[in-house]
């Protein structure tokens, strides 16, 4: 067994995206989700050094959908809140995450996987106007029943809506610090974080959190080198999808925040990623990058991916 | 907020069964589980002194069967191995007794969860005979087209049945005792830990751990000082249930285990619960104590509950 220890420069925080984990096709068997989990594993043991402290942050988007679907189908059974539900997601990515990697990456210390609790501010407009749909599709009289907001999302077809606030701060952000520190890979953060509003003490919300901008906010407050967004494109484009798209390679902050200003990514996806990659650069971080698993090795070296700089 | 923190002394390990935090009987709402949990977060609260480090250990029956019921109604979304439902439950529970342990003790240090494994032994006899009803109860009709082992558990009805091996190893045990020094209260073990086997790196088998045996053999890798173990009788008892019955109070481990090789307690309920207080008391620790959240504060002053001593 490889002996790597923490070398004490600064960790590099990954974002992995959730669909990354487990594909939008249907029923997964276990084993399929485990070789997913497997490659990604080896992907980030091919691209890092032995020696590089690694906090792995995760999307839980179908996995909190499946959960959501599951605990509706059997009425029977204790009806769970979103914000325990995503900490279920935390630990049911996580464990597979940590084992994979534990078993790829063979450092001395083990991996560990943290409920992660990410504060927003109980004013965030976002409450006012919930954007994100989770769960079930219904039917609209399904959707009328239903004791939460719901939305028509295509023909026919509803689901719940939910708001996702700004995260404002990773609760156990100095505890990721340490176990860093002393050489542990950490995995937090998953699904953005379990949202919590800060009242006398803290009371968890209905509410997603962008997991990209969570990784930032962990990123910069672990003072990481580097942000990596791994998602399933290998590049952030101008004129995504169109005739003349144009794949981003090595571009200075000043310049991809005019082409975010012009609205150049989709809303639902690319916008957030880059928003992210942006608020790293700006707060400081060396170099946030976009990019695929596959790619990962060589967007380190600066010859693939969307290599944000400042 | 009272800045309490680690005193450095040798914390204290407290072991909550699964059912003092769901109950029996049939579906909560979140509010009468929050409820409860809460309610133990105060016991807790009450009964230690401010600056006393914890690790809280919990069990995960009725949670784990909840999952199996759910996935298992919902034949459309993945169907995931008892492992990882094992470390789902880890974080269900844990978030929720993270949060109001930390709105009630309020130390400086935050409560962390933590995914936890624990490694069992491949050729464990257990693996040979499963011994644990474990999910949904089925028709015989039923339970023969399941792909597991299933088994009669009465008249009539049938549950999946899993093999329940020793705990040999806690995996992140040296993580816990780090994150307790710098004065973090640890959740962990839940369900008795993810169990794996140690092959050319971890692996998760589809198994459940006795909670108490782990919380023990955690306990005793912490060098803590206590370990107790919650339950819902206040005692152990001799002759439980009957005229007789006699509760045990203060007791060596010599005469504590004169009892159990008499076979004087029940095999599913007290039995792991005196094992692994006499495993505790015989590899050093000072005091174990078996009890009732209620009377956890008037037990560790030396009036209530089993106190088992060397």
Same mark, same amino acid.
């Given at each position: 067994m490889?002996?790597?220890?923490?070398?004490?420069?600064?960790?590099?925080?990954?974002?992995?995206?959730?669909?990354?984990?487990?594909?939008?096709?249907?029923p997964?068997?276990?084993?399929?989700?485990?070789?997913?989990?497997?490659r990604?594993?080896?992907?980030l043991?091919?691209?890092?050094?032995?020696?590089?402290?690694?906090?792995l942050?995760?999307?839980?988007?179908p996995?909190?959908?499946?959960?959501?679907?599951?605990?509706?189908?059997?009425?029977?059974?204790?009806?769970?809140?979103?914000?325990?539900?995503?900490?279920?997601?935390?630990?049911?990515?996580g464990?597979?995450?940590?084992?994979?990697?534990?078993?790829?990456?063979?450092?001395?210390?083990?991996?560990?996987?943290?409920?992660?609790?990410?504060?927003?501010?109980?004013?965030?407009?976002?409450?006012?106007?919930?954007?994100?749909?989770?769960?079930?599709?219904?039917?609209?009289?399904?959707?009328?029943?239903?004791?939460?907001?719901?939305?028509?999302?295509?023909?026919?077809? !509803?689901?719940?809506?939910?708001?996702?606030?700004?995260?404002?701060?990773?609760?156990?952000?100095?505890?990721?610090?340490?176990?860093?520190?002393?050489?542990?890979?950490?995995?937090?953060?998953?699904?953005?974080g379990?949202?919590?509003?800060?009242?006398e003490?803290?009371?968890?919300?209905?509410?997603?959190?962008?997991?990209?901008?969570?990784?930032?906010?962990?990123?910069?407050?672990?003072?990481?080198?580097?942000?990596?967004?791994?998602?399933?494109?290998?590049h952030? !484009?101008?004129?995504?999808?169109?005739?003349?798209?144009?794949?981003?390679?090595?571009i200075?902050?000043?310049?991809?925040?005019?082409?975010?200003?012009?609205?150049?990514f989709?809303?639902?996806?690319?916008?957030?990623?880059?928003?992210?990659?942006?608020?790293?650069v700006?707060?400081?971080?060396?170099?946030?990058?976009?990019?695929?698993?596959?790619?990962?090795?060589?967007?380190?070296?600066?010859?693939?991916?969307?290599?944000?700089?400042?």
């Open positions: 490889d002996d790597a220890r923490s070398d004490g420069a600064d960790p590099i925080v990954v974002a992995l995206g959730g669909n990354t984990l487990l594909g939008q096709h249907g997964w068997t276990v084993e399929e989700q485990r070789d997913v989990v497997e990604t594993a080896r992907r043991t091919d691209a890092l050094d032995a020696e590089t402290d690694l906090v942050t995760h999307g839980n988007g996995q909190v959908g499946n959960l959501l679907v599951q605990q509706e189908a059997a009425p029977e059974t204790p009806q769970l809140p979103l914000d325990v539900l995503v900490a279920e997601t935390q630990a049911q990515i464990y597979m995450l940590q084992q994979a990697l534990d078993n790829e990456r063979s450092r001395a210390a083990e991996v560990m996987t943290l409920v992660t609790q990410v504060v927003v501010d109980a004013d965030d407009p976002a409450f006012d106007r919930p954007t994100k749909p989770v769960g079930p599709f219904y039917t609209e009289t399904e959707a009328a029943e239903k004791p939460f907001e719901t939305r028509a999302v295509s023909d026919g077809t !509803y689901r719940r809506i939910v708001p996702s606030p700004d995260p404002v701060e990773v609760v156990e952000a100095d505890e990721i610090a340490d176990l860093v520190a002393r050489g542990n890979t950490v995995v937090c953060a998953g699904g953005g379990v949202p919590v509003v800060r009242e003490g803290l009371r968890g919300v209905e509410a997603v959190v962008d997991k990209d901008r969570t990784s930032q906010l962990l990123a910069t407050a672990l003072g990481a080198e580097r942000l990596v967004v791994l998602t399933d494109v290998e952030a !484009y101008v004129n995504f999808g169109e005739a003349e798209q144009r794949p981003l390679e090595r200075a902050a000043a310049d991809l925040r005019d082409h975010l200003d012009a609205g150049e989709d809303e639902g996806s690319m916008q957030p990623k880059v928003e992210a990659c942006l608020r790293f700006e707060a400081g971080g060396e170099c946030a990058i976009i990019t695929t698993p596959d790619r990962l090795a060589a967007a380190l070296d600066g010859e693939a991916g969307t290599r944000v700089v400042a």
